[in-house]
Nanobody, 127 residues
């Protein structure tokens, strides 16, 4: 089992940047594929980005491609999301998620595929 804790959210002007972190408990972080999702009131949870266990494979939603970068540091059990050129429509609660994965090479883009979730961190982008 793994526990996830997001940080780094806040209020930023359009065009600005934020870096989110997701700290994972335990010693088996490198056995989990990871993902970032976001959610706004009244809407379904939306996929943002995903990364394989090793970090070698990544995938992005079209809405964030070229602006966001997902990465991980397995040595310190942490997942990151670098967000640049932020837009007001990026405003949401951002959640990290973990999925047990034994292949090492896959990423996952559907929320129901993930086993564990953090509580989320609020990102607000003002126009």
């Amino acid at each position: 089992q793994v526990q996830l804790a997001e940080s780094g959210g806040g209020l930023v002007q359009a065009g600005g940047s934020l870096r989110l972190s997701c700290a994972a408990s335990g010693r088996t972080f490198n056995t989990y594929a990871m993902g970032w999702f976001r959610q706004t009131p009244g809407k379904e949870r939306e996929f943002v980005a995903a990364i394989s266990r090793s970090g070698g494979n990544t995938f992005y939603a079209d809405s964030v491609k070229g602006r966001f970068t997902i990465s991980r540091d397995n040595a310190v059990n942490t997942l990151y999301l670098q967000m640049n050129s932020l837009k007001p429509e990026d405003t949401a609660v951002y959640l990290c998620a973990a999925k047990t994965d034994y292949s090492g090479n896959y990423y996952y883009i559907r929320s129901y595929e993930y086993n564990y979730w953090g509580q989320g961190t609020q990102v607000t982008v003002s126009s």
